[in-house]
């Protein structure tokens, strides 16, 4: 069972849930997501829910159903890619946030996130 | 259209009102759930809806018919308590269950025990609670019903039987079935129900979907309820 934030609808935390699996490529473009039931009983939640998280991901394009074949995560590169940005936005927006409140400049924000992705690589 | 439906549905034991004048229509292919703290009348509604008890007025229909013998045929019952002959076996139950309902499967019946490391040969008498909760959803959810009554499916059992229970409850989902659950323990059970139907002093206070609860409020139904209603 997925461990679900309070106060949050159910099915905006599985989307965020099944873009996160497609971004860490858990679930690797153009292969099949598991069933609508197999997902639920997994996280522990209604079908109708997860049903209703699949269908906005495939109006956003992310997912593609087949009518007999099942769904399946896009293989189109510029979808995928715009996922990925908006995953990493979200992150450093935040970021951006605290480093602005301690009254740092553009210049010293991006020092510090290059000298710390080195750092990390090393 | 509605396969449950109750109008000004009234139940008064002497001069305690126990349901008092409800409206209620729920439609298939929904898992619901009937919440509210002891004594605000979910059993009593369950029983009617079950014909174990007759309305003092007001009417209940099941897909469109009074409780009765029809209706029996397409409604599974877990009742709120230990209901199931103590002298049997798992063998004798499933053949106890397949000749009382027609619409019982033996197949899925059989399929849910195998996940479960028990044999067919022990004796009720024998098992936890927990286990013979267990046996008892089975039973219940074996069958192909319309309706699915569920009273307090999760009570007194551990967090692993009643994980086993609502998992269970997932998937036997069906487009096609109402699966009605009454519990006063909202936090366990919130995740699986599309609507939540909340009752105090024998009135519906709320008849609405988990998820617009949840992005109206941000608040859990769970923490919702507690504040808005205090109990």
């Known amino acids: 069972m997925w461990p679900f934030?309070?106060?949050?609808?159910?099915?905006?935390?599985?989307?965020?849930?099944?873009?996160?699996?497609?971004?860490?490529?858990?679930?690797?473009?153009?292969?099949?997501?598991?069933?609508?039931?197999?997902?639920?009983?997994?996280?522990?939640v209604n079908p109708n829910t997860v049903q209703r998280a699949f269908a906005q991901l495939e109006s956003e394009g992310i997912l593609k159903s087949d009518r007999t074949r099942g769904r399946f995560v896009t293989d189109e590169k510029s979808v995928l890619g715009e996922l990925r940005k908006t995953m990493s936005s979200r992150f450093v927006t935040g970021m951006i946030k605290g480093m602005k409140e301690l009254?740092?400049?553009?210049?010293?924000?991006?020092?510090?996130?290059?000298?710390?992705?080195?750092?990390?690589s090393k | 259209m509605s396969v449950f439906e109750c109008r000004?549905?009234?139940?008064?034991?002497?001069?305690?009102?126990?349901?008092?004048?409800?409206?209620?229509?729920?439609?298939?292919g929904r898992i619901v759930g009937l919440l509210g703290p002891n004594g605000s009348g979910k059993t009593t509604i369950i029983k009617m809806a079950n014909g174990l008890?007759?309305?003092?007025?007001?009417?209940?229909l099941i897909d469109g018919m009074k409780p009765g013998k029809e209706t029996k045929k397409c409604v599974a019952y877990l009742p709120d308590r230990e209901f199931l002959p103590e002298?049997?076996?798992?063998?004798?139950?499933?053949?106890?269950?397949?000749?009382?309902?027609?619409?019982?499967?033996?197949?899925?019946?059989?399929?849910?025990?195998?996940?479960?490391?028990?044999?067919?040969?022990?004796?009720?008498?024998?098992?936890?609670?927990?286990?013979?909760?267990?046996?008892?959803?089975?039973?219940?959810m074996s069958r192909r019903a319309k309706v699915y009554f569920l009273d307090e499916p999760i009570a007194g059992v551990d967090p692993a039987a009643r994980d086993y229970i609502l998992?269970?409850?997932?998937?036997?989902?069906?487009?096609?079935?109402?699966?009605?659950?009454?519990?006063?323990?909202?936090?366990?059970?919130?995740?699986?129900?599309?609507d939540v139907i909340f009752i105090q002093e024998g009135k519906i206070l709320?008849?609405?979907?988990?998820?617009?609860?949840?992005?109206?409020?941000?608040?859990?139904?769970?923490?919702?309820?507690?504040?808005?209603?205090?109990?």
């Open chain 1, 5 to 44: 934030k309070e106060g949050t609808p159910i099915y905006l935390q599985i989307i965020e849930e099944i873009k996160t699996r497609i971004v860490r490529g858990e679930y690797e473009a153009g292969s099949q997501v598991p069933p609508v039931r197999e997902l639920a009983i997994e996280a522990g």
């Open chain 2, 87 to 140: 002298y049997m076996n798992v063998k004798q139950l499933l053949r106890f269950y397949a000749d009382f309902f027609e619409d019982f499967d033996m197949d899925r019946a059989e399929e849910m025990l195998e996940n479960l490391d028990f044999s067919k040969s022990m004796y009720l008498k024998k098992m936890s609670k927990g286990m013979k909760e267990k046996i008892q959803l089975i039973l219940t």
């Open chain 1, 103 to 120: 009254g740092m400049s553009d210049d010293e924000i991006i020092e510090a996130v290059s000298r710390q992705v080195k750092e990390e």
């Open chain 2, 167 to 194: 998992r269970t409850i997932i998937n036997n989902y069906d487009p096609e079935a109402l699966v009605l659950i009454s519990t006063h323990l909202i936090s366990d059970v919130e995740s699986v129900l599309d």
């Open chain 2, 206 to 231: 709320l008849h609405k979907s988990a998820e617009e609860i949840r992005e109206e409020s941000g608040k859990s139904v769970d923490g919702y309820f507690r504040e808005v209603f205090r109990c």
């Open chain 2, 8 to 28: 000004a549905l009234t139940k008064k034991y002497g001069s305690c009102c126990a349901v008092d004048g409800i409206d209620l229509s729920v439609e298939k």
């Open chain 2, 53 to 60: 008890l007759q309305p003092t007025s007001g009417e209940i």
